[in-house]
């Protein structure tokens, strides 16, 4: 079967402090990776996707990286962290969707990011 | 942008009343998915739907696409305790690029007193 690990689980990093957070899929072969982030316990806001090996697109500029170095493996970066990036990140991974439809997205237990 | 639109936000009730979540695309879309979130925890897949007009059923939840296909719903019976969390739904708009990219409503938070 298949599964998402996703670490650390909570994290308290000073600003302007780098930031790495992993995420690795089990059981299955090229995923599709997401990776989200929720503020005040609401809305899932996507950062960003990637659907294969060095395949990243961003969906919000701003002072964070992603980039996927081998196929089930998943990271989300920063070289200087902000007050603003405080939140709950989650990585998700699904099946390539086929003409049938699209497949649930199966998320991370995440991370819980504090910045002070 | 295309975004998909939940109400209510927040939703209180008493257990054992019935609760409804409603979601709303400007644009058509290719399916939609449902997510539960509970409190402190990471979002879960409960269901998708795919055709115009579909229904599904989970036990006490019923789920909802419009015939348009730009709308949908969630609606519980009979709440209990265990329900209590946060619901999303999602979409994929019909025609897009990003292959396999959902976006995600805001949520609705559902409380239920015992």
């Known amino acids: 079967s298949q599964t998402i690990h996703q670490w650390p689980a909570t994290l308290v990093q000073p600003v302007g402090s780098p930031l790495s957070l992993e995420c690795t899929v089990e059981?299955?072969?090229?995923?599709?990776l997401y990776w989200y982030r929720q503020a005040a316990g609401r809305g899932l806001q996507l950062l960003f996707y990637?659907?294969?090996?060095?395949?990243i697109s961003s969906e919000v500029p701003q002072n964070l990286s992603a980039s996927r170095p081998q196929d089930r493996q998943f990271i989300l970066s920063s070289k200087k962290l902000l007050l603003s990036d405080s939140g709950f990140y989650l990585c998700?991974?699904?099946?390539?969707?086929?003409?049938?439809?699209?497949?649930?997205?199966?998320f991370g237990s995440g991370t819980r990011l504090t910045v002070v | 942008g295309q975004q998909v639109m939940q109400i209510p936000q927040y939703q209180h009730v008493q257990e054992g009343e019935d609760f409804t979540t409603y979601c709303n695309s400007s644009t058509t879309l290719s399916n939609i998915q449902w997510y539960k979130q509970r409190p402190g925890g990471h979002p879960v897949f409960l269901i998708q739907?795919?055709?115009?007009?579909e229904v599904k059923k989970q036990k006490r939840l019923t789920f909802q696409f419009g015939e348009a296909k730009k709308n949908s719903s969630l609606h519980i019976t009979a709440t209990q305790t265990t329900d209590v969390g946060t619901y999303f739904c999602?979409?994929?708009?019909?025609?897009?690029?990003?292959?396999?990219?959902?976006?995600f409503g805001q949520g609705t938070i559902l409380t239920v007193h015992p």
């Open positions: 739907l795919v055709k115009s007009g």
């Open positions: 059981g299955t072969s090229n995923p599709n």
């Open positions: 998700a991974w699904s099946d390539y969707p086929t003409v049938v439809g699209l497949y649930g997205y199966t």
């Open positions: 999602a979409g994929r708009h019909a025609g897009g690029t990003s292959y396999g990219k959902l976006t």
């Open positions: 990637s659907v294969g090996i060095g395949q």
